[in-house]
């Protein structure tokens, strides 16, 4: 029991730290501020259908309003100075696919047809978004590496992980384009349709605000993108019920108890992405307190974990996509790119002395994101253990120096859990509920931060038997 707890802590700590990543989230408030600016429409019966999946024709009118030419597509196609050359496109989207084809911003699957019906890819409306921030297919990206592209300037898909392509990530795709940085700098997309008039000051205000005050956040953590350094501390109030069969012999048990985690967190992002964790994770029931390390190290797509006088290795990307989940690391960490956007209620500042703190609100968006990274990490599991998670998060409060370098962050969240194991005629259920307060210190952020892995010979392979994982479930439950 012990040892699962601290297995669990510990993960639970390094996703508190992750404030970006791709689930199945549901961003109604994100789309709702899209209506408000004219850039998403719904219906009264079906509202935005986000959980349904775009189709090209949708994805078309929401590129040509990202330009701004929403009204002059109408106005050129109503007065015959625009024909659609396609003929599968009903009148509604006619001027759209009009104005695009004209541009030489789409084609169709051939000279005449559009496929306007057929669904849109993730990839094909990361592609949209890119031209419509002043990328240039075959100059800036191509079609391959168009994702990649997008990821590097910070605008991430969120359905990477989940493989499906809805209107939801359309939605949080569109929200975190607009804002970027237009091509060249000099304004970010919102910013330069407010100014040429096209989305009225007015109804982008919130959104402007928000962008405002999450670019000045970034800037100040910018150096995290290539390294951070941080101690971690987090405590929790948690209560642990624990039933099962053992040997024929029935159990049941229920506790509460306080937790501690402390300790460090290293991260490299700049070259081939490297980190450490090291955690010391405290149990105090009332009565007896137990206290138990755990580290872990990640490098070459290998993670090595050393907890209770034992040490093994397993390949990373095992449950994974760890090129998304490395990229989702990096907008943790302080890259200025939009990513956080789309799960932001609202930010406000306020001084603190000397320093600036930045309080940002979450929508529930976050809580289901940070479900599916728990459920990325726990999917490395032993076979035979069944872990659902659910979490809430309400606010990260970000504490900015007088020199406008990232100093520290908090997060608090509430969580439950729940395990199921069996072995033969022994099984066990774990229900895990609890309040956690966790903060980061940043102690060294940049090319600065260093990570010294250990002699790699000494950590068990446990992956490639028959049994997969199940020569680690000791670690896991005993």
């Given at each position: 029991m012990k040892r699962f707890l601290t297995i669990l802590l510990t993960t639970l700590a390094l996703a508190g730290l992750l404030c970006v990543t791709a689930s199945a989230a549901s961003f109604d408030g994100p789309a709702a501020e899209l209506a408000a600016?004219?850039?998403?429409?719904?219906?009264?019966?079906?509202?935005?259908?986000?959980?349904?999946?775009?189709?090209?024709?949708?994805?078309?009118?929401?590129l040509v309003r990202l330009f701004g030419a929403e009204e002059e597509a109408k106005a050129a196609y109503a007065a015959g100075e625009l024909t659609c050359p396609f003929t599968d496109v009903d009148e509604t989207a006619a001027p759209f696919a009009a104005w695009l084809a004209d541009k030489g911003l789409i084609s169709g699957t051939s000279a005449s047809v559009f496929g306007g019906g057929d669904l849109c890819t993730g990839k094909a409306y990361t592609i949209f978004l890119l031209r419509a921030l002043g990328y240039r297919d075959n100059v800036d990206f191509t079609s391959a590496n168009a994702q990649e592209f997008a990821m590097s300037l910070g605008l991430l898909d969120t359905s990477?992980?989940?493989?499906?392509?809805?209107?939801?990530?359309?939605?949080?795709?569109?929200?975190?384009?607009?804002?970027?940085?237009?091509?060249?700098?000099?304004?970010y997309l919102l910013d330069s349709l407010v100014e040429s008039g096209v989305v009225s000051a007015a109804a982008a205000r919130p959104i402007l605000d928000k962008i405002e005050a999450y670019r000045a956040l970034s800037a100040a953590g910018a150096d995290a993108a290539r390294g951070l350094d941080a101690a971690v501390d987090a405590k929790m109030s948690m209560a642990v019920g624990l039933k099962g069969r053992e040997s024929g012999e029935t159990f049941?048990?229920?506790?509460?108890?306080?937790?501690s985690v402390q300790g460090d967190i290293q991260m490299v992002l700049d070259k081939a992405p490297q980190m450490a964790l090291d955690m010391t994770v405290t149990l105090n029931d009332g009565g007896e307190v137990q206290t138990e390390r755990a580290e872990y190290w990640m490098k070459d797509g290998v993670t090595y974990v050393r907890s209770g006088g034992e040490a093994y290795q397993i390949p990373s990307g095992m449950g994974m996509d760890m090129e998304a989940f490395m990229a989702l690391m990096e907008q943790s960490s302080g890259q200025t790119g939009p990513a956080m956007l789309p799960f932001i209620d609202s930010i406000t500042t306020k001084a603190s002395g000397e320093n600036t703190v930045y309080i940002l609100r979450l929508n529930d968006a976050f809580g289901q994101m940070m479900n599916g990274i728990l459920g990325q990490v726990l999917d490395t599991m032993p076979a035979g253990l069944d872990m659902r998670m659910g979490l809430e998060a309400g606010a990260i409060t970000y504490t900015v120096d007088p020199s406008g370098q990232l100093k520290n962050a908090a997060v608090n969240i509430a969580m439950k859990a729940s395990m199921d194991a069996a072995e033969g005629a022994d099984r066990?259920?774990?229900?895990?509920s609890a309040d956690m307060v966790m903060t980061m210190d940043v102690k060294t952020m940049g090319p600065a931060v260093n990570i010294r892995f250990p002699d790699p010979s000494g950590f068990e392979k446990i992956i490639g038997g028959a049994d997969g994982l199940t020569g680690i479930s000791g670690t896991w439950i005993s």
């Open positions: 600016i004219g850039m998403l429409k719904g219906s009264a019966s079906e509202g935005f259908a986000l959980d349904t999946a775009p189709t090209r024709t949708q994805a078309a009118i929401m990477l992980l989940t493989g499906e392509f809805l209107r939801d990530d359309l939605v949080a795709l569109t929200y975190q384009a607009l804002g970027m940085d237009l091509k060249g700098g000099g304004a049941e048990m229920a506790q509460k108890m306080d937790a066990v259920s774990l229900t895990f």
